[in-house]
């Protein structure tokens, strides 16, 4: 049973425009949220988390939304680049803060220059 | 600071055969974690450890051993490899106050 579910396999965006990946989790005791890029060959790289109490987390152009009652977030990527392609893992953990992470299966996004 | 190191990169087994997947890290990390990435999967939680001498279960640990002697070290023991076993093998750590975990680039696993 997947407890952390990313629908879209691939996403391909145009340079400069808006990258929107989206999340959804069935377990409510999930109360940390994580977004991980993952370059091939290598290892997955944090990139942005948010906190259950909050609904909203920005840095730089990157911004995580969390829905609570939808039990749903998504990730903004403003404006994409050409180096944003990767594949971005969804993750969530519950009582300890980051640790004993449940991944979602990914979403590959490709940035069209 | 060489953060989270794995060895080998990759690795050819034949069924049966028994390896150990290194795993060492530099940031004084407590909490060290494994993780198996399978086509359609995700990542999934093999096994993991909260500082040394202490190890638990993940969601998958069937088939692997650990064990935690020294803060640095993470080993991963296959004891009789299965072709369900072929898989990319990432370890992870973490400062125990929350922090992000690190991953390191991945150990690729063969079992024919």
């Known amino acids: 049973d997947q407890q952390v579910k990313q629908n879209s396999p691939s996403l391909s965006v145009q340079e400069g425009r808006i990258s929107i990946l989206n999340c959804d989790y069935t377990n409510s005791m999930f109360d940390y949220f994580l977004w991980y890029k993952k370059y091939p060959a290598e290892g997955p790289t944090f990139l942005i988390s948010i906190s259950s109490i909050k609904d909203k987390n920005e840095d730089g152009r990157f911004t995580v939304f969390l829905n609570k009652s939808a039990k749903h977030l998504s990730l903004h990527i403003v404006p994409s680049q050409p180096g944003d392609s990767a594949v971005y893992f969804c993750?969530?953990?519950?009582?300890?803060?980051?640790?004993?992470?449940?991944f979602g299966t990914g979403t590959r996004l490709t940035i069209i220059p | 600071n060489a953060g989270v190191t794995q060895t080998p990169k990759f690795q050819v087994l034949k069924t049966g055969q028994s390896m150990t997947l290194q795993c060492a890290q530099d940031?004084?990390?407590?909490?060290m974690s494994w993780y198996r990435q399978d086509p359609g999967m995700g990542l999934r939680l093999i096994h993991y450890?909260?500082?040394?001498?202490?190890?638990d279960q993940g969601e998958v640990p069937n088939g692997y051993n650990v064990s935690r002697s020294t803060t640095e070290d993470f080993p991963l023991r296959l004891l009789s490899a299965a072709p369900s076993q072929t898989s990319v093998y990432f370890c992870?750590?973490?400062?125990?106050?929350?922090?992000?975990?690190?991953f390191g680039p991945g150990t690729r696993l063969l079992v024919l």
């Open positions: 450890s909260v500082g040394a001498g202490i190890t």
């Open positions: 940031m004084n990390h407590e909490y």
């Open positions: 993750a969530a953990s519950g009582g300890f803060g980051n640790e004993k992470l449940t």
């Open positions: 992870a750590s973490a400062g125990l106050a929350g922090e992000t975990q690190y």
